[in-house]
């Protein structure tokens, strides 16, 4: 039996090569085959970002004055009344007796003025003046925290006022809200002067999603999973059920009856199938608005899940909201070969997790004897 290694599988023929004399062996049973790895689940979306706080409504405007008409011009002054009549004469002197001629006598005083006359009528009212007209002119928003100004572009009589009113001043940052579910949407205020625009909500966190341990159960348990992390840190443990040990394979056939040979050594029974494996990759903050995306870089047996968790868009600043939450619905044992499956129901912000686990596929016959 010198070539002994080299078709006949049921010697014991190390080292290798072959000695002169080999030894036959029974082969021990194969180990049943490990469970098939989980597949990993879909992350879950990161919470919104917080808006930035609305900038501050521009100042009213400064009410409209009208102005007052000027005064008509006054009328022409009448013409002056007319020279009042001279009053009469005073009667003159009694003349004397002839006589000697005497020195001629003193002139008689002069008569008393006359009354004066009747003051002439009222000249009539000047023509009434033309009524005044204000029209808006230019609107413009000055600096903030400048003094409103209103010119007079016009004529007194025909006023075009131009606005200068200054801009508001930028309204003080809001404080972050927490994160929540998008608020609804408010109703459109009134359009004002364009405020200075608020500062960028601070970028929400994203939840993350590890796995923690991966252990196999006994044939025939159910598969499980617990969260030993926090609902937006959560940390997955799995306890996966080995397969059933295979059946016993049929008894081969009898050979003929060979010469006596030495007894062999009873066969190593055969290793433990390996348990399958799963680890976390690498994690990566998506685009908002793209989608969520779990490859496995590693195999079957031994995976590897890199996650892309897509950053949720930055919505409008609401009221407070309740932080999602996360809770460990059903947990199905699949038939051994079919994939693993992960679905998120219920409603924001409370989230069920279900899970699909295969068992792991039945072991392989036990060889002949």
Request: charged share 5%; aromatic share 2%.
């Amino acid at each position: 039996m010198n070539n002994c290694c080299s078709n006949d599988n049921n010697f014991n023929c190390n080292p290798n090569p072959c000695p002169i004399v080999c030894t036959k062996y029974v082969p021990g049973p194969i180990g049943p085959t490990g469970p098939q790895g989980v597949q990993g689940f879909q992350g879950i979306p990161g919470p919104t970002g917080a808006t930035g706080a609305t900038g501050p409504t521009g100042p009213q405007g400064i009410p409209g004055v009208g102005l007052i008409g000027p005064t008509g011009n006054t009328g022409a002054t009448g013409p002056a009344g007319a020279t009042g009549v001279t009053g009469p004469t005073g009667p003159t002197g009694v003349i004397g007796a002839t006589g000697a001629t005497g020195p001629v006598g003193p002139t008689g005083a002069t008569g008393a003025t006359g009354p004066a006359g009747i003051a002439g009528a009222v000249g009539a009212t000047g023509a009434t003046g033309t009524a005044a007209t204000v029209a808006v002119g230019t609107t413009t928003t000055g600096l903030p925290g400048s003094t409103a100004v209103v010119t007079n572009a016009g004529t007194a009589e025909n006023a075009i006022l131009n606005f200068t009113i200054p801009q508001g001043p930028t309204g003080a940052t809001g404080a972050t809200g927490a994160t929540g579910p998008i608020g609804p949407t408010g109703a459109t205020g009134a359009t004002g002067p364009a405020g200075v625009a608020g500062a960028t909500g601070a970028t929400g966190t994203a939840a993350t999603v590890a796995v923690g341990t991966t252990t196999t159960g006994l044939p025939g348990s159910d598969a499980a999973v617990t969260n030993a992390g926090t609902t937006e840190n959560a940390v997955f443990n799995f306890t996966i059920p080995q397969g059933p040990t295979g059946a016993t394979g049929a008894t081969g056939a009898t050979g003929a009856t060979g010469p006596a040979g030495v007894a062999g050594a009873v066969g190593a029974t055969g290793a433990t199938g390996t348990a399958a494996t799963v680890a976390v990759g690498t994690t990566t903050t998506g685009l908002p608005g793209s989608d969520a995306a779990v490859t496995n870089t590693g195999t079957a047996e031994n995976a590897v899940f890199n996650f892309t968790i897509p950053q949720g868009p930055t919505g409008p600043a609401g009221a407070d909201a309740t932080t999602p939450t996360i809770t460990i619905g059903d947990v199905t044992t699949g038939a051994p070969g079919t994939p693993a499956a992960a679905t998120l129901t219920g409603t924001a912000p409370n989230y069920v997790l279900n899970l699909t686990i295969p068992q792991g596929p039945t072991g392989a016959d036990a060889a002949g004897a």
